[in-house]
Every structure is written in structure tokens, then in C-alpha cells.
């Protein structure tokens, strides 16, 4: 049995230790020493070559994102600019020739076909938004359309009408916690999948408020210029803690159109013609643009200090006002008739108070004759747009040349998560920084 020399005994002398011996003692501890050195080196190398790996590795996994990311679900508020449906579900429904042109039936709008909100949604590769309050054929599992026609952001009982923008948000919390019961108690599998959006899209859906046309229509006829300018701050403040309670229940991505010029609609002029001085080369009024405008820039300020407040939420302007003003403006040049001519006049129901007074066998009834051809008009029923201006408006908000940020509707989602991996980034530059000094 081979014996073992210990270091005592090596040390005592017992057993002798010759050149040779030395000799060999050392080439041993210089191979030990280079093979420690190249596993080192190894091992360094390999960390570096892995965090060269995960780094272009991530950068893949964000472009491929970004190449995929999609909306799963729209929800919607506002007024009869984007109502699908809430209005005839709730006091009767639209008769035609409201839907002629494209769906060749009553459709729930007030156009002769398409809305903004259709345009956008087909844009977003969609379906048309259900109105929340439609129980016959709705499907939710894209989201769900809140607005109502006659809405406006603030509460005005003396207008009898009911849905305005908080009742609104109301509808969609219950609506959101409603959906969490479902999924929590195990209700209808194939309906949850099928017809309702899933818990996890609320927070990655795209949130649309279109109103605050009417809190000025309405305001107008009671009330001078100056005391609806007055009013603005109080409407946009209301409109603000809109968008905060949104944002409280997981909304992270807005869509915020201002408002249009209200000056220009048919109906104004003609109730309120204008005086020397207070008309523009179009005929619009001067003096209810200026209102609008001014909405708009209280709209503006208050995204821009909500913006501060809420960073890891995106919140896009949209200047409604500029695209239908520039579609009057070119109104001839661009094939349309005279932009304050309306399509159908006049039509009963214009207004929700008088829609539920001409009600008759439950069908709200559709007076006077309209065109022919509704495509070479701007004005439907001279408050709402046709569907061949709703369409050339759409156009040109949803690329994002009316935006602020300038952000096309179908780039919002990669937008939002762009800026979601900003923090990701900086870390990833600190720990290459750290690396870098750990190799020197």
C-alpha cells in the first residue's frame, strides 16, 4: 500500500526532499496557477459573451413587441359624435334614413352611416364597439361604447338628459367589476371568453373621450358668452378627475378629442345668424369658435399638468377642432357642398328633449326630406357630420398629425410600452457600466 508523505513529516525531515523533487514541485504549482488563469478567463469571458447575449436578446424581444403590440379592447365615452347605440337602446330607436348609406339599416347613430369611432376601430383591425346599454347582438369582448347621445361632461338636469360623462364612468366601473365577479365565481366559461374582454385588457385597452360639445350647445341657449367662459375651468376640471378615476381603475392609454368648431355647425348659424363682424370667410360664427378654442386650451393645460401627475400613463390630445375646420375650410375644393347646408332638414329629435316629446309607438319619428346623395354634404342633420366627413376627419386625426403627442391611434400601443421599457433601458446600461469596470 502506497504510503503517504504528510506535510508534518515532509517538514520534520523524515523524509528527504532532493533538487528533483523541488523541481517538479514547481512546474505542478505554475500548470495549477495557468489553469486557474484560463478558468478565470473563461468564466469572464462566458459572463461577457451572456450579457452580450441577453442585451441583443432583449432588444429582439422589444422590436418583435413592438411589431405585435395591439389594442385588445376600446372603451368609449362621450356624445352622440360617437354614440353606437346608447340612445336608441334607452328612449327609442333611430329610424331611417339615420343608417342608410352603409349598414342599410337603423344603426343606433346619428349619421347616415359611420362614426369617427368606427373608422378608428377598423383602423385598430376591430369590430364596432357594442353600446353598453344594447342588449340585443352586443359583444364586449373588444370593449364596450359608453357614449350617449345629448351627453355632455357636466350634470345638467334642466337638458332631461341622463347619461352624462360621470354616469358614463359609473356604467363602465360597474361593467369592470361585474366582469371580475364573473371570472372570480367561474361563471360561463364560453361566454367570458367569447363576449367579455378579459380582466387583464383593461389596463392595456384603449380609453376614448369625445365630449364637451354639448356642456356649450346647452350653455348658449341659456346663458351669455361670456358666463359659458366662465364655466370652462369648472367643465374641464370635472373632465380631469374623469380621466384620474380611469387611470385608478388600470387605464393606462388615452384618446382625448377637444372640441369641434361648434360655430360652424348648420344649426348654429341658422338659430343664431351672425352679426356684422362676428362671421368668418366660411359664415361660421366667430365668436362660438372662440368659445371652442378656448375649451380646448383649458383641455390642453390640464392633459399636460395630468401628464406630470400620471407618468407611466400615455394621454394624447387630439385637436378635433383643427381637422373639421380644415375640412370646412376645403369644403368646395375637396367636392362638398356649402358647409353650412345639412344633408336631411329638418329632422325631429335633434334634440334629446324633443325626441322623447315626438315619440309614437315607441319609435321615434324622422321628419322633413334629405339628399339624395350624402356624401357630397358635411352636415347630416345640422349638428352631426355624414359619414363621407366623418370619414375624411378620421383620417386625419388618426395618422397623428392632429396629436399631441403626434402619435398615430394604431402606434399608441407600442408608444405606451416604448415608454414602459425606459426604466429597463437605464438599467441595462447601469449593469454594462458595472461590467465594464469589474473586466478593467
Given at each position: 500500500m502506497p504510503m503517504r508523505i504528510t506535510d508534518a513529516e515532509e517538514e520534520e525531515g523524515l523524509y528527504p526532499i532532493n533538487e528533483k523533487t523541488i523541481k517538479i514541485k514547481g512546474s505542478l504549482r505554475i500548470i495549477i496557477m495557468v489553469m486557474i488563469v484560463g478558468?478565470?478567463?473563461?468564466?469572464?469571458?462566458?459572463?461577457?459573451?451572456?450579457?452580450?447575449?441577453?442585451?441583443?436578446?432583449k432588444d429582439l424581444s422589444i422590436k418583435q413587441t413592438n411589431a405585435g403590440?395591439?389594442?385588445?379592447?376600446?372603451?368609449?365615452?362621450?356624445?352622440?359624435?360617437?354614440?353606437?347605440?346608447?340612445?336608441?337602446?334607452?328612449?327609442?330607436?333611430?329610424p331611417l334614413p339615420f343608417g342608410q348609406t352603409f349598414f342599410g339599416k337603423p344603426s343606433g347613430r346619428r349619421c347616415d352611416g359611420r362614426l369617427i369611432i368606427d373608422f378608428i376601430a377598423e383602423r385598430l383591425r376591430m369590430p364596432y364597439l357594442s353600446a353598453y346599454l344594447d342588449s340585443i347582438g352586443s359583444n364586449f369582448r373588444h370593449g364596450s361604447n359608453f357614449a350617449s347621445s345629448g351627453s355632455s361632461i357636466?350634470?345638467?338636469?334642466?337638458?332631461?338628459?341622463?347619461?352624462?360623462?360621470?354616469?358614463?364612468?359609473?356604467?363602465?366601473?360597474?361593467?369592470?367589476?361585474?366582469?371580475?365577479?364573473?371570472?372570480?365565481q367561474g361563471g360561463n366559461w364560453l361566454y367570458l371568453r367569447n363576449f367579455l374582454p378579459r380582466r387583464q385588457d383593461f389596463s392595456k385597452a384603449l380609453y376614448i373621450i369625445d365630449s364637451?360639445?354639448?356642456?356649450?350647445?346647452?350653455?348658449?341657449?341659456?346663458?351669455?358668452?361670456?358666463?359659458?367662459?366662465?364655466?370652462?375651468?369648472?367643465?374641464?376640471?370635472?373632465?380631469?378627475?374623469?380621466?384620474?378615476?380611469l387611470y385608478q381603475e388600470g387605464a393606462r392609454i388615452f384618446w382625448i378629442h377637444n372640441t369641434g368648431p361648434i360655430g360652424c355647425l348648420p344649426?348654429?348659424?341658422?338659430?343664431?345668424?351672425?352679426?356684422?363682424?362676428?362671421s368668418d370667410q366660411n359664415g361660421c360664427l366667430v365668436s362660438y369658435n372662440e368659445l371652442a378654442k378656448d375649451f380646448n386650451s383649458h383641455l390642453?393645460?390640464?392633459?399636460?399638468?395630468?401628464?406630470?401627475?400620471?407618468?407611466?400613463?400615455?394621454?394624447?390630445?387630439?385637436?378635433i377642432y383643427s381637422a373639421k375646420y380644415s375640412l370646412i375650410n376645403q369644403a368646395k375644393k375637396l367636392g362638398f357642398m356649402d358647409p353650412?347646408?345639412?344633408?336631411?332638414?329638418?329632422?325631429?329629435?335633434?334634440?334629446?328633449?324633443n325626441e322623447i316629446e315626438n315619440k309614437r309607438d315607441n319609435v321615434i319619428e324622422s321628419h322633413g326630406s334629405c339628399c339624395s346623395n350624402p356624401s357630397e354634404y358635411i352636415a347630416w342633420d345640422s349638428i352631426h357630420y355624414t359619414e363621407a366627413a366623418n370619414q375624411w376627419v378620421a383620417n386625419f386625426i388618426m395618422s397623428g398629425s392632429f396629436s399631441d403627442p403626434p402619435i398615430a391611434v394604431t402606434e399608441a400601443a407600442c408608444a405606451n410600452q416604448t415608454r414602459g421599457t425606459q426604466n429597463l433601458k437605464v438599467e441595462e446600461k447601469q449593469r454594462n457600466a458595472r461590467l465594464g469596470s469589474f473586466l478593467n
Open positions: 478558468v478565470v478567463g473563461l468564466l469572464l469571458a462566458h459572463d461577457s459573451i451572456n450579457f452580450a447575449t441577453l442585451r441583443e436578446t403590440c395591439q389594442f385588445p379592447a376600446i372603451f368609449n365615452f362621450g356624445d352622440s359624435n360617437s354614440d353606437t347605440g346608447t340612445e336608441s337602446a334607452a328612449f327609442g330607436r333611430l357636466m350634470e345638467m338636469p334642466c337638458t332631461n338628459q341622463l347619461l352624462d360623462l360621470g354616469t358614463q364612468l359609473r356604467q363602465f366601473q360597474q361593467f369592470k367589476q361585474r366582469i371580475a365577479e364573473s371570472h372570480h364637451g360639445q354639448n356642456d356649450l350647445y346647452y350653455a348658449l341657449k341659456w346663458k351669455t358668452e361670456k358666463q359659458v367662459k366662465a364655466n370652462i375651468p369648472n367643465i374641464i376640471d370635472h373632465i380631469g378627475l374623469v380621466i384620474e378615476t344649426i348654429m348659424v341658422k338659430n343664431n345668424p351672425p352679426k356684422h363682424g362676428n390642453l393645460d390640464k392633459i399636460i399638468k395630468l401628464r406630470t401627475q400620471i407618468q407611466d400613463a400615455l394621454i394624447i390630445y387630439v385637436d353650412l347646408q345639412s344633408c336631411c332638414e329638418p329632422l325631429k329629435g335633434g334634440i334629446l328633449l
